[in-house]
């Protein structure tokens, strides 16, 4: 357990851990939380690891920890960090094993009142229509070099496919495309895992979830994204799938090996890392963009089966599902900031955190019984938290200590109370996600929302869940 007296408090919602509290740290590591927060997540191992990135070569200004951190590989879930674009290190473990997991947010022309007497057949028809669960195939199966037409265009190919339209490429996070991905760098085991699961969700705290607008906090924003109360809303969360996991395999064995040769040395191993402009950082970063590219095709194709659903269940009647924005949360970007005065290329790592750019829609899905929410970046995130915000409302319970606490009948009976229709392939799986087993979502939003970094806009609430 982190001893909370090594904190210094810089503002109501962010805290700082001096440069000087090890010798070895290059920068001072920051938390955004609330007083109140500190306490649980001081508890796990998210702050050491937040000060051991904080000691790689390169970085700049701080690490940062969103206020829904927890313990990860590496970096902890909920860390930024930015690194010298010339001079700075790549790291999968500052990315993760799920690259682009990430957030669709698509909205329908339908009022709740219109959706509810369909809830059960929808998530019945959702949970046959997405492929879901562990090794599952989709319906999608492309041959060799049509695969890696998709690693190297990613949302883009999948519109020339037919299952995209340039109204939904204009709303994800760089067109859904980035351009100096290299098929080729990705190894034949990990295309072999990934070949035939173009649109599958997979498991753990993957879902698609039917919602609807419940609050609007901020008319003006709510308009510009085309959202109004009671609006049906549809959340889908997931990533690259066992095709990015392969990748973070292969290229932290290879950093491994590469660190000696760069004289690198990192207080965990899970930092492997290489310095960005080398060969090896550089094979990994296009190999990464791959991935992020194939995740980015792969919410692409389960919106097409999204809107495949709702046709099915609608009929004639069925509303038009429009995308409002795509974003990713465990990927590593080159950007521009001013630092010291002057324009900087920095190599920025997002690890369960989200692009939060000024004018940029951020989602944060909650929990399946919980609630989610969209905002919209602030200019304060590109000088405070490189352009960054939180990605969910962040585990407070291991999988484990979920088990044992619920079972799923009692989850699936409390959760129907409340009105949610739960579709899930494993009840296992179920009551690891539990609410309970995650940190309140209000109060880490209203921690990102207090710090300026990003405005609410939007409170979602779930009517129909698909999990793995």
Request: charged share 25%.
């Amino acid at each position: 357990m982190f001893d909370k007296s090594h904190l210094d408090r810089i503002s109501p919602t962010l805290w700082e851990i001096p440069k000087a509290f090890r010798d070895d740290m290059r920068a001072p590591a920051r938390v955004y939380a609330s007083e109140s927060m500190l306490e649980e997540i001081a508890k796990d191992r998210s702050l050491e690891q937040l000060v051991n990135v904080a000691t790689l070569p390169g970085i700049e200004k701080w690490a940062l920890a969103m206020p829904d951190v927890h313990e990860g590989y590496g970096f902890p879930v909920g860390g930024v960090a930015a690194f010298d674009h010339e001079r700075g290190i790549i790291s999968p473990g500052g990315i993760g094993y799920d690259i682009n997991c990430g957030v669709r947010l698509l909205a329908a022309d339908m009022d709740i009142e219109e959706a509810r007497p369909f809830l059960h057949d929808l998530g019945r028809t959702i949970f046959a229509q997405v492929p879901s669960g562990v090794g599952r195939s989709g319906k999608l199966v492309l041959q060799a070099h049509d695969f890696d037409a998709v690693l190297r265009g990613g949302a883009a190919r999948m519109a020339a496919l037919g299952y995209a339209d340039s109204d939904d490429l204009a709303r994800i996070e760089s067109g859904g495309t980035l351009r100096d991905a290299n098929p080729a760098l990705v190894s034949d085991h990990a295309k072999a895992r990934g070949h035939d699961q173009l649109g599958t969700m997979g498991a753990g705290n993957h879902f698609v979830e039917v919602g609807y607008v419940e609050t609007v906090f901020n008319k003006d924003y709510a308009k510009r994204l085309a959202l109004s109360e009671n609006q049906i809303t549809v959340l889908i969360h997931t990533g690259s799938r066992g095709l990015g996991h392969q990748v973070a395999t292969d290229y932290i064995r290879l950093m491994n090996r590469a660190m000696p040769k760069y004289g690198l040395v990192v207080p965990d191993r899970e930092l492997a890392c290489a310095p960005f402009l080398s060969s090896e950082g550089q094979q990994y970063f296009a190999a990464m963009q791959a991935a992020a590219n194939f995740a980015w095709a792969n919410r692409q194709m389960i919106a097409f089966e999204v809107r495949e659903a709702f046709a099915r269940v609608f009929g004639k009647d069925a509303p038009t599902l429009k995308t409002i924005y795509d974003v990713a949360h465990n990927i590593a970007k080159v950007e521009e900031y001013r630092i010291d005065g002057a324009s900087r290329k920095m190599v920025v790592h997002r690890k369960g955190a989200t692009r939060a750019f000024p004018n940029q829609p951020v989602i944060i899905p909650g929990s399946m019984g919980t609630a989610s929410y969209v905002l919209m970046g602030q200019e304060a995130a590109l000088s405070e938290s490189f352009g960054s915000s939180c990605h969910g409302a962040g585990r407070r319970m291991s999988r484990t200590a979920a088990r044992k606490k619920m079972g799923s009948k009692t989850l699936r009976e409390e959760l129907g109370r409340q009105g949610i229709v739960i579709n899930a392939g494993s009840n296992k799986g179920l009551t690891e996600e539990a609410p309970f087993a995650y940190k309140n979502v209000d109060d880490v939003v209203n921690v990102i929302h207090d710090a300026g970094i990003a405005a609410k806009v939007a409170r979602l609430r779930p009517l129909a869940v698909v999990k793995g």
